[in-house]
Structure formats: structure tokens, C-alpha cells
């Protein structure tokens, strides 16, 4: 095997290993993603579910509130009867004014109170559908992703060490000189030539140049861009 040939698989393997390391990069965090949904809808819930029992809480002080007040008001009223004065009517009258406005602010409060207590239930209740749905769908996401990154390790590591073959096929100059082609040319250190340009960058390949390559038993590359060039295959 030529060299250019061997440098053309190591391109092709090394593109490989990027899709794969981007790939990976990306799983884990959707699958993160995915579990925090599922956590956020379950506090969503929890949340609702404390507030129902707060409004419970604070409805059943209102009942109590309601009923010694309910109490007292007839209790005055019961005394209206009994007063000897203008005076001692009067100021009973505004107290049970007094008393009853109170009650009524403290029902109103109340249906307040329920009216969101109700909104609540119904949304924890559509919530919790969903949740079950969510959590089914999101379970077989984050499996199917987990496969799915294992798949890619498995392959990750035969090209790896597919990779390793080919470097022993190159020799130590080649490979830094690739080596550096592909970091300062994000990924691309081989390409085909397009006609008489490099395919990297678009130059013209020089006359000369383009007649080894089509030998193809130097090794070269775009004056340009640094790229190692090869003549394509011919197509059937
Ligand atoms: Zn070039």
C-alpha cells in the first residue's frame, strides 16, 4: 500500500472519530436534559399539590373564623332586644356592622381560596396525565440514547485501532506533518483534487504537481493550504 493511500484511510477514519467525539459530546447531555424535564414536571406538581393543602388548611380557619363569628353576630343581635337606649342600640348596631362586614371579607377570601384551589387540582391533574406519558416516552428516549452511545464507544474503538494500523504504514514526518495539517485545517489534512484545484482550499495545483499526482507515488501537497492532495479514483 502507498502512502497516499494510507493517508487518505487515516483521513476517512479520523473523520470518522470526530462525528463519533461530537456525537458523544452531545448524548449525555440530552439524556440530562431529559431527566431534568421529567424532574421539573414532578415539582410542578409537588408544588401544586402543597398549595391544595395549605388552601385546605387556611379554608378550614376560615370555616372556624366564620362560625364564632356567626355566634357572636346573633349573640348582638340578641341583645338588640334587651337595650335600654338610643344610645347602647346604636353603637350595638355598628358593632354587628362591624362584625359582619368582617364575615363577609373572610367568605369572600374563602371563595377565592377555592376558585384556586380548583384551577390547582385541575392543572396537577392534567399534569399527572402527562406525566405518565412523559415518563414512558422519556424513558425510551434515554434508552435509545444510551444505546446508542454505546454503539459508538464499540466503534470508536475499532477505529482506533484501525487507526493505529495505518500510522505503523506511514512514516513518523508524514504523520506530524498530517497531524498539524489537521488541527490548522479543522479536520481536513487529505483531499481530492477537483480538476487541476485542491479541494481544500481551491487553488490551482500546478501542472507538475497535478502529473505526480496522477503517478500517485509521491506524496503532495497545496502550496496553499498545506493539505496533502490526491487524484481521485477513476469512477466506473
Ligand atoms: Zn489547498
Redesign the pocket.
Known sequence: MNSTSSLVKLQDIDTQLLEISELLGDLPVKVDQLIKDEQQLKENIGQRKNRIKEIDLEVSKKDLQVKSLTVKIDKLKDQLFLVKTNKQYDALSQEIDYLKEELDNIELNELELIEEKDTLSTESEERENNLESLTEDLHKRKSNLESLIEESSVKKMNLESDRSDIVKELSGSVISKYDRVFVARNGLAV?ETLGTS?G????IVPPQKIAELKQGTTLQT?D??S?FLYWPAKKD
Open positions: 483531499v485542491c481544500g482550499c481551491g487553488s497545496c496553499v493550504c493539505r
